[in-house]
């Protein structure tokens, strides 16, 4: 299955808890001004890959990086491109790897789309963690974790699937990251 990518970061402390390699996805339709990666909008732009090529890529990293705890979905919109991401993010915990995922939509608005579209839904059963919202400039808060705006929420989606609503990550789910 193909995806279209901006670019691999293979070791990062910013893009979620632990050592990360992180996925930059092609392709965004939310143009927050001031957005840091601009880059990453065209839908057309970047490169095409596959998916089992990335995983086997991925996993040769793990071998050799037994520090890396898990692999961050940026972009880019993720979302855009669920199917192959949850895929993806399918085999990677299967290393024991965590998921971790952005998206300028919100979590509520996921989850109306995955109404429709089941590959949200499988993508956010795949997710640990989720830093959802638009990147707003007016909220830019550079000492929060992960994250640049005050209105963007780190999501545990696990619990927040499990009990139906809303559960921020630092709220209940610090325990099982520390
Ligand atoms: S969602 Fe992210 S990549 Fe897309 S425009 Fe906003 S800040 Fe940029």
Redesign the pocket.
Same mark, same amino acid.
């Given at each position: 299955m193909e995806i279209r990518l901006a670019g691999i970061t293979q070791e990062s402390i910013a893009d979620g808890p632990g050592l990360r390699l992180v996925i930059f996805t092609q392709g965004?339709?939310?143009?927050?001004p001031?957005?840091?990666?601009?880059d990453?909008?065209d839908i057309n732009g970047g490169y095409v890959t596959d998916v089992e090529g990335l995983y086997q890529y991925i996993e040769k990293i793990t071998v050799r990086n037994k520090l890396l705890r898990g692999v961050t979905f940026?972009?880019?919109?993720p979302f855009l491109q669920a199917k192959p991401l949850a895929l993806l993010a399918k085999k990677l915990r299967s290393l024991g790897l965590d998921i971790v995922a952005?998206? +300028?939509f919100t979590f509520e608005q996921l989850a109306a789309m995955a109404l429709k579209r089941k590959s949200i839904s499988a993508l956010l059963e795949q997710t640990e963690l989720l830093i959802d919202g638009?990147?707003k400039a007016a909220e830019r808060d550079l000492g929060l974790a992960f994250r +640049?705006s005050r209105n963007q929420r780190l999501v545990d989606v696990q619990a927040t699937i499990a009990v139906g609503r809303v559960v921020i990550w630092e709220d209940l789910a610090q325990k099982r990251w520390a």
């Open positions: 965004c339709p939310h143009n927050c001031g957005c840091h990666n601009p990453t909008h940026s972009g880019g919109e952005y998206s +300028g638009q990147y +640049g």
